[in-house]
Nanobody
Framework: QPQLVESGGGSVQPGGSLRLSCAAS????????IGWFRQAPGKEREGIAC????????TYAGSVKDRFTITRDNAKNTVYLQMNALAPEDAAVYYC?????????????WGQGTQVTVSS
């Protein structure tokens, strides 16, 4: 059964960094488009980063561009989201999920999420 498990969330001060992991089981991540989205209380889900299958081209939302980086380790069947210069507005539950293509807002299935808190 295909599964995604997110980890790496936590509490950081503004300006800090975190690296989130998205580990897959039951399928090969490199064969799929994988995206990260986040959801904060009272706010709509926001797709923030995406990595294509195969060669792994990446796209980012304007709100995280130049601060967040999505990468994939094929040997570990894991996708990462490196988050730098975190701000209070980045606080949310972060999820990774499958997509048909990076331009689509829809996700196929996703994991349980990992909480990110940014406060001083």
């Amino acid at each position: 059964q295909p599964q995604l498990v997110e980890s790496g969330g936590g509490s950081v001060q503004p300006g800090g960094s975190l690296r989130l992991s998205c580990a897959a089981s039951g399928f090969t991540l490199a064969d799929y488009v994988i995206g990260w989205f986040r959801q904060a209380p009272g706010k709509e889900r926001e797709g923030i980063a995406c990595i294509a299958s195969g060669a792994g081209s990446t796209t980012y939302a304007g709100s995280v561009k130049d601060r967040f980086t999505i990468t994939r380790d094929n040997a570990k069947n894991t996708v990462y989201l490196q988050m730098n210069a975190l701000a209070p507005e980045d606080a949310a539950v972060y999820y990774c999920g499958t997509k048909t293509h990076c331009q689509s807002p829809e996700f196929g299935f996703w994991g349980q999420g990992t909480q990110v808190t940014v406060s001083s």
